[in-house]
């Protein structure tokens, strides 16, 4: 009997190992080696474990007309280990009940309830009868006891309740399973569809599984399966191997991954962008990382060109973000303003220009943030910038606002014009040497009339010298005449004097020099220095001169100069002609000062009305074709322009002349009626 006894105990043990866990197994273990150890002792000592002797046996009839048969003897002591067994395997079947009870789940405490309630009610009646027997105070028999019917009708409930819950799960778990497959399909479809791998790090046993996709971006192959994490790392390029190590061992840890590498293979280089999601157990160690890749390589090779584009830009190009932080910058920026790449990335920009326009810059850079637009910065001023060495160097700045994402930068293309501005201070200086060059020409024409306005003063003042010498010889006593003399030799001094320094102003090689000039003025300026020569000409000159005009900023000498060559030329034009006069008008137009010089002569063929003012370009016989081309020069200098047309019907050609007025803070006030 105590054989299957032992066996029924071990199932037990098992059973509830297996139902609720290991909680107490050590207790349970204990009752089975020590219920097996009592099996010596039934088999060597008396009749069995229970009985030294059975002296007979005992008969009892139960209703319904049961003989049931019992054992009469004296006990045997080793029945009392064999006992303890049993109260060990109760205790272990109630400290088990008591710590499922505290379960949420009701049907797993439902579960315990009949399993260790069942067995407790069992083992106590076991051990109630053995003992009642071994006392001989049982006329019951132990195998048939109805609580052991009761015991495994209720584990027999609970085993088909369990099967039947199986069937079930494995029912839903097939569904799961196939829903999770065509799921992973219609994934898979959606990924291919956007140009996606999918792949997925088993970490326990380091396996990593991937789409075909992703495995055909990596080894050129469609082999199915799973491998290991090394033989990935091997088909990674080797320079980049210890840069996607280090960020699998942060993803790790911080719970996401990402990373660009490219891949070891044949062929064309390939560039792949990886990006994962670490899943955790509830100690929060890592348990599944699953992600995509992304074919970067078209992406990868025109962010190549682009750097290269950057690099290759002749300008400095400069990316600031909002706050005024640089984030990107070319080779070019290095050079330009002798800073390390490294040395100026995430700085503020000011850092670039001088001490005196910091705090305006980024006065300026705000409001432009605010109004962002593609433009010239300090357009018509002069800006500077700053070296690393303090040296500050003549700039331009365009401007222009563009996007990432939802991040706004501006993009500065800074352009050094210190070689430009050398360049254009030695125009500037051949320039006003061809124009000097072009004066003394001129005069060279004028030369007659020159001497003709300085042999006048000059013979009065010695034909009154003269007069004053025999006055005074005649009656030195007599001295109003003489002071009326000398007055008369004063105003002709003057007058010669006059000349002269009109003579000087235009033989002058000076460099531009600008200041507040009248127009008028100018004109009558010109015409008092050309009076005997366009009267020898037979010219007529008309004034139509407007007053109250503006000031003009410019060189006065050298709009002499243009409106000097516009009355040859017009001089020459009528040469041919009787009626020769020449007209000058001004007045005011949209805010600028126009000028216009008009003639009677036969006018500018159509053709020629803008090729006159290119170099070596002319309508005269014997001209060079330079005087134009100089006068359109000066005028650009002064912001303006000169444009010619001909008279309405036909005949006659008319310079026009556009100046624009001086800025009212520094221009001087002219004197009552200039």
């Known amino acids: 009997m105590h054989v ?20 107490f197994f050590w207790l349970a273990v204990a009752a089975a080696v020590l219920r097996l150890a009592t099996l010596v002792p039934n088999f060597a000592t008396g009749a069995n474990l229970n009985f030294q002797v059975i002296d007979s046996v005992g008969h009892v009839v139960w209703p319904g007309g049961v003989l049931i048969s019992y054992p009469i003897g004296s006990p045997n002591p080793w029945v009392i280990p064999a006992q303890l067994s049993n109260l060990m395997i109760a205790v272990y079947m109630a400290l088990v009940l008591t710590a499922t009870l505290r379960s949420d789940d009701a049907q797993v405490w439902r579960h315990a309830v009949i399993i260790c309630g069942g067995w407790l009610l069992f083992v106590g009646l076991m051990v109630s009868a053995a003992i009642l027997m071994t006392l001989n105070f049982g006329k019951t028999p132990f195998i048939g006891s109805p609580s052991f019917v009761f ?3 209720a584990m027999s409930y609970q085993l088909g309740s369990d099967l039947f819950e199986s069937n079930r799960l494995s029912a839903r778990l097939r569904e799961s399973e196939l829903a999770r497959l065509q799921g992973q ?19 326990a046993d380091d396996r990593v599984l991937a789409s075909p996709t992703a495995r055909q971006w990596l080894s050129d192959c469609q082999q199915s399966g799973d491998v290991d994490l090394a033989v990935v790392m091997h088909l990674i390029h080797p320079a ?70 950057l690099e290759a830009a002749p300008s400095a190009i400069l990316l600031v973000d909002e706050a005024g932080r640089i984030s990107l ?23 670039l220009l001088p001490g005196s326009l910091r705090e305006v810059h980024a006065r300026h850079r705000r409001d432009y943030t605010l109004n962002p637009r593609k433009r010239i910065m300090g357009d018509g001023l002069e800006l500077r910038g700053l070296r ?60 007659g009339s020159l001497a003709h306005e300085l042999n006048q003063p000059l013979a009065a ?53 600008m200041a507040a000039v009248d127009v008028n003025e100018t004109i009558r300026e010109c015409l008092r220095l050309l009076r005997h020569d366009l009267r020898n000409r037979g010219i007529v000159v008309a004034l139509d001169l407007a007053p109250g005009l503006p000031v003009v900023e410019g060189d006065q000498v050298q709009l002499q100069q243009v409106l000097l060559n516009l009355v040859f030329n017009a001089s020459d034009a009528m040469a041919q002609l009787e009626s020769r006069r020449l007209t000058f008008r001004t007045l005011p137009l949209d805010g600028h000062v126009r000028i216009t010089v008009a003639d009677e002569g036969p006018g500018i063929p159509a053709g020629m009305l803008e090729q006159v003012f290119q170099p070596f370009q002319t309508t005269k016989p014997n001209g060079l074709g330079l005087g134009l081309a100089i006068c359109r020069t000066i ?22 002349i556009e100046l624009p007025p001086m800025d009212a803070r520094v221009a001087p006030a002219l004197p009552r009626g200039a």
């Not at 299957?4 to 609720?20: H, N």
């Not at 840069?243 to 062929?267: K, Y």
């Open 240 to 309: 980049d191997r210890p840069q996607v190590r280090s960020d699998l061992d942060a993803g790790l840890e911080m719970g996401s991954f990402a990373t660009t590498f490219r891949a070891s293979r044949r062929g064309p280089e390939r560039w792949l962008t990886v990006i994962g999601e670490v899943q955790y157990d509830n100690d929060r160690r890592p348990l599944t990382m699953r992600g995509v890749a992304r074919d970067d390589t078209e992406a990868h090779a025109s962010s190549e060109r682009f750097r290269a584009l």
């Open 329 to 351: 910058m070319n080779a070019e920026a290095e050079r330009m303003f002798g800073y390390a790449r490294e040395e100026l990335l995430g700085r503020d920009l000011e850092r």
């Open 461 to 513: 003042i010695l034909s009154n010298a003269q007069a004053a010498q025999r006055m005074l010889l005649r009656n030195p006593d007599d001295l109003t005449e003489i002071r009326e003399i000398l007055s008369d030799i004063v105003d002709n001094d003057r007058r010669a004097g006059d000349v002269i320094r009109r003579l000087r102003n235009l033989l002058r090689k000076d460099t531009q020099s």
């Open 388 to 447: 690393q060495d303090g040296t500050e160097f003549p700039i331009e700045v365009g401007l222009n606002p563009v996007q990432f994402g939802a991040e706004n930068f501006i993009l500065a293309a800074v352009t050094d014009t210190s070689e430009r501005k050398r360049k254009d201070a030695e125009l500037t200086l051949r320039r006003e040497e061809v124009a000097h060059l072009s004066r003394v020409t001129m005069l060279g024409e004028l030369s």
């Open 185 to 203: 399909r219609e994934l898979q479809l959606a990924a291919d569809a956007a140009g996606l791998g999918l792949w997925s790090w088993n970490i």
């Open 635 to 656: 005028i650009e200098s002064h912001r303006g322009k000169l444009w010619v047309e001909n008279g309405l019907d036909g005949h006659g050609a008319r310079f026009h």
């Open 4 to 23: 299957p006894i032992s066996v029924l105990v071990l199932s037990l043990v098992a059973f509830v190992r297996l139902s609720f866990g290991p909680r």
């Open 151 to 153: 015991v495994i009708a």
